[in-house]
């Protein structure tokens, strides 16, 4: 089946900076990725969809400036959580869609800001 | 809003025993999927049924869609106490604009199988 890899799998980082994290579909091309953000014991909120070549669509609620997203190819597209706060620590994960729009996920990035 | 939502939201049972979720969906959908996450981990993908199917199988799960109901159910048959996790459905569907498809998640079910 389809792989996708995200990572880190967990980073902590100090609060004011800046954290990169990286989804990639290692054997199929993805022209849709989506972003979501799992408080604990929480469901999986869609934060936004990611598209190849163009902005990215944000949900309702979520800060753009806060969580830039970037999908430069079609097999990878990057969330940047922009002047962390420990408010944004979180459990991140992203899937990737096929052209057959079935859809594969990342293992999620453990998120702290202290 | 959710798209998902599964039943129950909290599941006990003793090893052995059968494990059965379910979950509804408002929208039409292009398929369903079922995952489970462990405790603090990302989600593991279990089986995707389409929407032209009715039935899945593998290994001790035991996957059902039924399109008319806009519901699927998930069984775990002879349950084990490493089955203990939570489980959640996914659909892929329009969205609210009639756009594209996103995928949405329901709340899940956490399931604890006691050894």
């Known amino acids: 089946g389809a792989v996708v890899s995200q990572h880190p799998s967990w980073v902590i980082c100090k609060s004011g900076t800046s954290v990169k994290i990286e989804c990639r579909s290692l054997?199929?091309?993805?022209?849709?990725m989506f972003w979501y953000r799992q408080f604990p014991k929480q469901s999986l909120m869609l934060m936004a969809t990611s598209n190849e070549g163009s902005k990215a669509t944000y949900e309702q609620g979520v800060e753009k400036d806060k969580f830039l997203i970037n999908h430069a190819s079609l097999t990878l597209s990057t969330l940047t959580v922009t002047s962390a706060h420990p408010e944004d620590s979180s459990f991140y994960i992203c899937?990737?869609?096929?052209?057959?729009?079935?859809?594969?996920f990342g293992s999620g990035t453990r998120l702290t800001v202290v | 809003s959710q798209q998902g939502e599964e039943d129950p939201q909290a599941l006990s049972i003793q090893e052995g025993e059968n494990a059965t979720m379910n979950c509804s969906y408002k929208?039409?959908?292009?398929?369903l999927q079922w995952y489970r996450q462990n405790s603090g981990r990302g989600l593991v993908h279990l089986i995707l049924i389409r929407s032209n199917e009715r039935e899945k199988h593998s290994g001790r799960l035991r996957v059902t869609l039924d399109t008319s109901k806009k519901s699927s159910s998930l069984l775990i048959t002879a349950s084990r106490a490493a089955d203990t996790a939570s489980y959640f459905c996914a659909t892929h569907a329009s969205s609210s604009s009639g756009g594209s498809y996103i995928p949405t998640f329901g709340r899940g079910t956490s399931l604890i199988v006691h050894p």
């Open positions: 054997d199929f091309q993805a022209t849709t």
């Open positions: 929208t039409s959908i292009n398929n």
């Open positions: 899937s990737a869609a096929t052209g057959g729009r079935s859809l594969f």
